[in-house]
Nanobody, 124 residues
């Protein structure tokens, strides 16, 4: 059974940067497409970014396009989310998740296992 553990969250000022990591243990990450989602207080979980198994294809939510970059290192069993030009509205708990789908997906129901999340807080 795969385990996903996120890290890298924290408190940052608006305009700053953070890099989130999601390390998989138990199974090779390369057999899964991966996604990042976030959930702000009082709001539903929303899609942020996704990446195909090889890393050759990526997709982003419009709200983060041009500011966030998803990447993966299958040799290290790790997926990253580089977040630049952070805004207060990016404040949320960020989750990584795995999907058995061949390609990436923006739909949460295509993901069958989730990490515990890491808190990102952006101050104005």
């Amino acid at each position: 059974q795969v385990q996903l553990v996120e890290s890298g969250g924290g408190l940052v000022q608006a305009g700053g940067s953070l890099t989130l990591s999601c390390v998989a243990t138990g199974r090779m990450l390369s057999i899964y497409s991966m996604g990042w989602f976030r959930q702000a207080p009082g709001k539903e979980r929303e899609f942020v970014a996704a990446i195909s198994r090889s890393g050759g294809s990526t997709v982003y939510a419009d709200s983060v396009k041009g500011r966030f970059t998803i990447s993966r290192d299958n040799a290290e069993n790790t997926v990253y989310l580089q977040m630049n030009s952070l805004k207060p509205e990016d404040t949320a708990v960020y989750y990584c998740a795995k999907s058995e789908r061949l390609g990436y997906s923006i739909r949460s129901y295509d993901y069958d296992y989730w990490g515990q999340g890491t808190q990102v807080t952006v101050s104005s």
